[in-house]
């Protein structure tokens, strides 16, 4: 057994839960829910009922923010922060590293009589001028130069984050640089719910729905995320380095039993999820759902529907949490998208909906050729046992292999990565239903002359024009199946296989046009986010690389000479003593030594091949020759891995990380 194995289990058997568990007849659950918020009852509570009528008018029907009224809503978030204990404040912004940045700054100012007092003012609430220079910009600025802005959005509601040592008031903002382009998530984010807001309207005055209010998108967002015990985290460089293994031979026992999902889930693992969600509940994160997921170590959570701002924000909030918790309890959160190889990533499934006044927009009724006949029944489902009730079910089954699957009054947009930001994919959903919207709405309007009588019959032709038209993208089929692939090329449907292919769309004109129309993303902002992804990609890559070449030298390869060494010399003890030697073993480690120095070179001759053509090729580069390198080189230390003894291979196992819990 390898010490750093015999640590974990000896921990393991020590394990305590942490401090008394918390008294929810005491506390309930209801009075944590948002009390770290200043949400819309302490606005309430402690603004004058002017201010409080303007600040929820901007809020609720984005009407700007007089001074006046930002003075007033700083001093009373000063005031509640301080008394939560807050000796600073941050302006907490998501720069396109994808991760949440912040910048705190104290409530105290000196004072002439050499004392300080506590200040923020409506100007501080609303702007900040953090250093923009070591951000990403893709072009958009000089490194050189240094300025950029935060802007306050009062859309987010500000929070206070605790600490074991005090606390810091939270304000949501906007990113962006001294020329107004955007730098960050949030800004096209909340672009794109604007231009979709005002083409949904569009299209329900037509139905005679003046008065609906603000249509917003929603979304609910499905975090999934491994737990590793943080001795092994920290015996793998490739976790630390990159959040997912280099390396790594198939354990003897994987997820073939389906028996990790919806399992129960272990007491530390539990116990760390308790806390995550009691913190989230005081930020008031509507975190709802816990369970095992398909993998071992695997697990999810998972809110309820949001706006889509907050949503994200919140969405953050939950990675952020996650991370800091899980140490507290001896583990790792993994939330690379792959960290274990041959068995199941994590995603992050975006449940996206349409909602105003009205109520949830995404309805659809059964169109049949020619003629809408009413909506698909739904039924009951009667499963044979006499003391279970009927159940109601749904139109139709759901299918878990459509990237973009309808379940009933909302869309499950499933592609989106487990450490990925929510708001790329918002802004691309909400941009191109508001460019579906903005088309019915002016081919209605042409159609009908403003004469509502012709409605119902403008409305049934274009949806039978459109379904045809478009058809070609729906499948109710395997989606991961092989004869899916070839049934979408067969109706010319795109098939991009690799990132550098994928992230060119950014760029192609027709999408910039997209984006501009909406005023969500100027030209310039969207070759600047493919510069800095491509970018991205390629340094993910080298550090993959150089961190499988500094693993494969110190640590692969030595086990292999080791014993390499050990065989030898038994085998001349034997042939000594006149008895056979079994060189069976000896013969495929030497082969595959040999093997792993040779792909040693080869990857270290592609990471040092020079690359011409600036970011497009290095990506090109990273996906063509690197990659397959890298992949090279783990399947030759995959194989000599089984046949070292434990107390050589150094590497915690995949056996060792997925199933000591």
């Known amino acids: 057994m390898t010490s750093v194995r015999s640590s974990v289990v000896s921990a393991l058997n020590s394990y305590k839960p942490r401090g008394p568990a918390w008294n929810l007849r005491e506390t309930p659950t209801s009075s944590l829910f948002g009390i770290n918020v200043f949400n819309d009852a302490v606005m309430q509570e402690r603004l004058p009922k002017s201010i409080y009528k303007a600040i929820q008018a901007t809020i609720k029907q984005g009407k700007p923010i007089d001074p006046v009224i930002s003075d007033a809503v700083a001093l009373a ?191 530390r693992v539990l116990a760390c999820m308790l806390e995550v969600e009691r913190e989230l509940y005081k930020l008031g994160v509507p975190v709802k759902t816990r369970h095992n997921e398909v993998a071992p170590s695997q697990y999810e959570i998972a809110p309820v529907y949001e706006n889509a701002n907050i949503a994200h924000d919140h969405q953050q909030l939950i990675m952020q949490m996650l991370s800091r918790i899980a140490p507290r309890y001896g583990m790792a959160c993994l939330l690379h998208e792959k960290p274990f190889g041959g068995i199941n990533g994590s995603g992050k499934h975006v449940n996206w909906s349409l909602g105003c006044q009205l109520g949830n927009l995404l309805v659809f009724e059964q169109i049949e050729q020619g003629s809408i006949t009413g909506s698909k029944s739904t039924g009951t489902l009667t499963i044979g046992v006499d003391t279970l009730p009927p159940l109601p079910k749904h139109a139709g089954d759901r299918n878990r292999t459509s990237p973009f699957a309808f379940t009933g009054n909302k869309f499950e947009f499933r592609a989106v990565g487990s450490s990925q930001s929510i708001a790329g994919p918002l802004v691309t959903l909400n941009t191109i239903v508001a460019e579906s919207l903005d088309f019915f709405a002016t081919e209605l309007d042409k159609a009908t002359g403003g004469d509502q009588a012709q409605l119902a019959t403008a409305v049934e032709q274009l949806l039978n024009q459109e379904i045809a038209a478009h058809k070609k993208v729906i499948f109710n089929g395997n989606g991961y199946s092989a004869e899916w692939q070839a049934e979408a090329a067969r109706r010319g449907l795109p098939n991009l296989r690799s990132t550098p292919e994928s992230l060119a769309v950014l760029i192609d004109p027709q999408n910039i046009g997209l984006f501009e129309k909406y005023g969500v993303l100027s030209r310039r902002e969207m070759e600047s986010r493919h510069e800095i992804y491509m970018e991205r990609y390629s340094k993910d890559i080298s550090t993959e690389a150089h961190t499988a070449l500094e693993m494969a030298r110190k640590i692969i390869l030595p086990a292999g000479y080791r014993y390499q060494g050990e065989l030898v010399d038994t085998a001349s003890k034997l042939s000594s003593l006149g008895q056979p030697a079994h060189l069976g073993t000896l013969e495929k480690l030497t082969a595959l030594v040999n093997t792993c120095e040779q792909r040693i070179d080869a990857l270290q001759a592609a990471v040092d091949e020079p690359v011409r053509g600036g970011v497009a090729a290095e990506a090109a580069h990273a996906h063509a020759i690197i990659i397959p390198a890298l992949s090279a080189l783990r399947e030759t230390a995959d194989q000599m891995e089984p046949l070292l003894p434990d107390d050589l291979w150094a590497l915690p196992t995949y056996a060792e990380m997925l199933f000591i819990k």
Request: proline share 8%; with cysteine; hydrophobic share 35%.
């Open 77 to 267: 978030m000063k005031d509640w922060a301080i008394e939560k204990g807050a000796t600073h404040y941050a302006h907490v912004f998501y720069p396109l590293t994808g991760l949440t940045a912040e910048k705190h700054d104290s409530f105290l100012a000196p004072t002439t009589s050499g004392g300080a007092v506590a200040e923020f003012s409506g100007k501080e609430l609303i702007q900040g001028e953090p250093d923009a220079s070591s951000f990403p910009s893709g072009g958009l600025r000089a490194t050189f130069e240094a300025r950029g802005y935060t802007a306050w959005d009062p859309t987010s509601p500000a929070y206070v984050l605790e600490n074991p040592n005090g606390t810091t008031l939270c304000i949501p903002t906007a990113f962006c640089s001294w020329t107004g382009e955007a730098l960050d998530k949030k800004t096209p984010l909340l672009r794109s719910m604007q231009a979709l807001d005002r083409q949904a309207r569009r299209v329900l005055s037509l139905f005679g729905h003046t008065e609906t209010g603000p249509v917003t998108a929603s979304a609910g967002p499905e975090q999934e995320y491994f737990l590793i015990d943080r001795n092994f985290y920290y015996a793998r460089p490739d976790l630390m380095l990159t959040g997912r293994t280099l390396f790594g031979a198939k354990p003897p026992k994987g997820q073939e039993f389906e028996d990790q999902y919806f399992g129960a889930i272990p007491e």
